[in-house]
């Protein structure tokens, strides 16, 4: 199942089997077990990473039967760089909050920008 769905997503991407171990931090023998489903019980830590890679929900990996029923929106080529930029710089996850509250700022500001001021 899970592997299943790993195996799919990355077709999908156009990722070889290389490229997402590398990136997720992997080995590749592991993940082409998981792809294969030899290993059916990969712990939550190493999906994460998986998922985190592909640009999708732990959750579609988890999900039975046919994936292409999750409505999910693959992240695109863009997003997807701007993601790993974030994590090559140093940005951990439980910094993203602020990184939020920032961009909500310079938006806000933009906003402003637009509003006549009589």
């Not at 294969?36 to 939550?44: F, M, T």
């Not at 998922?51 to 990996?61: H, N």
Request: hydrophobic share 35%.
């Amino acid at each position: 199942m899970i592997g299943t769905n790993i195996h799919c997503i990355r077709k999908k991407r156009g990722l070889s089997l290389s490229d997402l171990a590398e990136r997720a931090g992997i080995s590749k023998s592991y993940l082409s077990n998981l792809e294969r489903n030899l290993n059916k019980n990969p712990s939550i830590k190493m999906v994460d990473k998986i998922a985190s890679v592909l640009g999708i929900d732990l959750l579609v990996l988890m999900k039975n039967g046919d994936i292409n029923d999750f409505p999910y929106q693959p992240l695109e080529k863009e997003w997807m760089k701007f993601i790993n930029d974030l994590k090559a710089s140093g940005v951990q996850k439980d910094q993203l909050n602020d990184y939020k509250k920032l961009i909500e700022f310079i938006n806000w500001q933009n906003e402003q920008e637009k509003v006549p001021h009589n």
